[in-house]
């Protein structure tokens, strides 16, 4: 196995843009190419954030306050963290996540309507200074992204309504806007092929390895 340096990506973008397909191919070229990588879901990946993911996306939880939710995301957060991702990165490995911070921002910031100053906030308690050096936003429209999603029973949290998911949207792009040198938007319309081609050539730039 050759590591090379450490380093986090995630990816982000309302359900159904094309995230995890995005992931999982990057995830698959990078153990190609012999690199030590981790590849984990958001909310999960350690025990105790896949049952505190198992209470949230639970469907008869509509009662469930937007500050609950918000405080259960990260919590589910710092324990992948603190298991997970702090090792990983301190040996020197990649860690992929499909979702991270920038979703409870998007959803529960934009798309709730939670103050953006709670939640930054908290996150400086959950997660401390552990940022992604990249951030893949797989940037689709919402009426294509319903459409990648029909044939699936929808959970609580895509069972919201349209308006909530074009906030969530403009949400992660006011993000992105913040901050263009961490992010890199993708235009999810585009085919799974050319989408891997380019997270591959910024990847393959950023551990300066051949693309
Ligand atoms: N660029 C693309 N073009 C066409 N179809 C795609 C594209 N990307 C993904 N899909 C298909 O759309 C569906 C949803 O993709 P995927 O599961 O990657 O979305 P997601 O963003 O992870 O969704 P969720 O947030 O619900 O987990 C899958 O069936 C996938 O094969
Ligand atoms: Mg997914």
Redesign the pocket.
């Known amino acids: 196995m050759k590591n090379i340096k450490p380093l986090f990506i995630s990816f982000e ?1 309302i ?7 995005q992931c999982q191919m990057l995830y698959h070229e990078l153990l190609d190419r012999d690199l030590v990588v981790h590849l984990f879901r958001e909310p999960g990946g350690t025990k105790i954030s896949e049952k505190i993911r198992d209470i949230l996306l639970d469907k008869n939880h509509s009662e469930m306050s937007a500050v609950t939710e918000m405080l259960l995301y990260f919590s589910s957060r710092n324990q992948l963290i603190v298991e997970k991702i702090i090792p990983a990165l301190t040996r020197g490995e990649i860690v992929l996540l499909d979702r991270f911070v920038d979703s409870t921002i998007a959803y529960q910031g934009y798309g709730r309507d939670l103050s953006l100053n709670d939640i930054n906030k908290v996150a400086e308690v959950a997660i401390g200074n552990v940022h992604p050096d990249l951030t893949v936003l ?1 940037d689709t429209p919402l009426e294509t992204a319903e459409n ?2 029909d044939k699936r029973e929808l959970d609580r949290l ?1 069972a919201e309504n349209a308006e909530f998911k074009q906030r969530t949207r403009q949400g992660y792009l006011e993000l992105a806007r913040q901050e263009p040198d961490r992010f890199l938007v993708l235009d ?1 319309r ?3 092929e050319t ?1 891997k081609q380019t997270v591959i050539k910024k990847v393959t730039q950023i551990l300066e390895i051949e693309a």
């Open positions: 973008g359900d159904g843009s094309g995230k995890s397909t797989v990648r999603m895509e999810g585009e085919s799974i989408l």
